[in-house]
C-alpha cells in the first residue's frame, strides 16, 4: 500500500519561510518523479515543483526563486524550502507521486495547510 505522508504545514507571517516534508512508503522512490501540487479556496489545484530522480526540476513560475524542491532517494522523502511567503501562497500542498515506467501510477497525499498571514 503506497502512503505519501506530508508534514510542516503552518501558519507563517508574509516573508517568512517553511519546509515541507513528504515521507513515502510502498513505493520504489526513485522510479517516481515527485512533486508539490496547491490547491487554494475556489482555485483549481496547481503544480508547485517537480524533481525526478536525476535531480532535474521544474518549478512554477510564480514560486522561482522562492521554493526550491529537493528529494532524499535513500529516505524516500521529497521536501520543498518555501522562503519569502507571500499572503497568495496561502493552499493546501499535496505530495504527489508519478510513474510511466510500469503502466502509469498517480498517488497523492492528503495534504498539509501552509497559512501566510499577517
Known amino acids: 500500500q503506497v502512503q505519501l505522508v506530508e508534514s510542516g504545514g503552518g501558519l507563517v507571517q508574509p516573508g517568512g519561510s517553511l519546509r515541507l516534508s513528504c515521507a513515502a512508503s510502498?513505493?520504489?522512490?526513485?522510479?517516481?518523479?515527485m512533486s508539490w501540487y496547491r490547491q487554494a479556496p475556489g482555485k483549481e489545484r496547481e503544480l508547485v515543483a517537480r524533481i525526478i530522480s536525476s535531480g532535474t526540476t521544474k518549478t512554477a513560475d510564480s514560486v522561482k526563486g522562492r521554493f526550491t524542491i529537493s528529494r532524499d532517494d535513500a529516505k524516500k522523502t521529497v521536501a520543498l524550502q518555501m522562503n519569502s511567503l507571500k499572503l497568495e501562497d496561502t493552499a493546501v500542498y499535496f505530495c504527489?507521486?508519478?510513474?510511466?515506467?510500469?503502466?502509469?501510477?498517480?498517488?497523492w497525499g492528503q495534504g498539509t495547510q501552509v497559512t501566510v498571514s499577517s
Open positions: 510502498g513505493l520504489t522512490f526513485s522510479d517516481y518523479a
Open positions: 504527489h507521486s508519478e510513474t510511466r515506467l510500469y503502466g502509469h501510477r498517480v498517488y
